[in-house]
Nanobody, 115 residues
Framework: QVQLVESGGGLVQPGGSLRLSCAASGSILGFNTMNWHRQAPGKEREFVAS???????NYANSVKGRFTISRDIAKNTMYLQMSSLKPMDTAVYYC?????????WGQGTQVTVSS
């Protein structure tokens, strides 16, 4: 099974930017979709953004226009470029890969937006 490892989280001031990475141990084209989710303290995990094997993207309304999902197929890596960060974006961010019968999750990376 393909393993996923997130990196790039950290502490950033409101209005700042971060880029998260999700490195896969195998080809990311093996997944029908790859996604970013996040979970804030005391809240349920929520969808953030997705990219299909064909390259189509989708975003939660709360991040549309501020976050950009992308991938580097040669590096087997997915990214989440986050800009204009707000305190409400504070959460553990998880990457996820899915195809019928198979789902993989990373261990998560903490993003904290605070002054």
């Amino acid at each position: 099974q393909v393993q996923l490892v997130e990196s790039g989280g950290g502490l950033v001031q409101p209005g700042g930017s971060l880029r998260l990475s999700c490195a896969a141990s195998g080809s990311i084209l093996g997944f029908n979709t790859m996604n970013w989710h996040r979970q804030a303290p005391g809240k349920e995990r929520e969808f953030v953004a997705s990219i299909t094997s064909a390259g189509r993207t989708n975003y939660a309304n709360s991040v549309k226009g501020r976050f950009t999902i992308s991938r580097d197929i040669a590096k087997n890596t997915m990214y989440l470029q986050m800009s204009s960060l707000k305190p409400m974006d504070t959460a553990v961010y998880y990457c996820n890969g899915w195809r019928p019968g198979i789902e993989s999750w990373g261990q998560g990376t903490q993003v904290t937006v605070s002054s």
